[in-house]
């Protein structure tokens, strides 16, 4: 039997379910008791391996407090379909992946809570200058 590809989408949702959690500081095991599940059926949604319905998506946006169109906010676009007028780019995948990481999110905390302007720019400056080159 062959391996059933989840969806992008799916994969997507996942993937902000995770990185909601992360930032909440909530562990799968904990999300999984308020939904009345397993952290394995949470590990599942996270990866796209599982769909998450309709009421569940509603109950887990109450959970982690945020409307349930964040999780979709950015999605891929389905095959065929047209952006609209206004609507926003799909977040790169490199962006949504690193942003639902332990360690992009522990960066992003951190780097958010550097109140001086400069100091911010001088590490952006230094990351940039000790990133690999692409040539």
Do not use: C, W
């Amino acid at each position: 039997m062959a391996k059933k590809i989840p969806d992008p989408v799916d994969k997507y949702v996942g993937s902000r379910i995770r990185m909601q959690r992360l930032l909440r500081s909530m562990s799968q095991e904990k999300l999984g008791d308020a939904l009345g599940l397993t952290f394995q059926q949470v590990q599942k949604y996270e990866k796209g391996t599982n769909r998450v319905g309709a009421s569940r998506l509603q109950h887990i946006s109450s959970i982690l407090k945020v409307p349930p169109a964040f999780f979709f906010d950015g999605a891929p676009m389905a095959a065929g379909e047209k952006r609209t007028t206004g609507a926003r780019e799909s977040v790169p995948n490199y962006v949504a992946e690193f942003l639902s990481s332990s360690d992009g999110l522990a960066l992003v905390k951190a780097f958010t809570q550097i109140s001086n302007p400069k100091l911010r720019r001088s590490i952006v400056d230094f990351v940039e200058q000790i990133k690999p080159d692409n040539h």
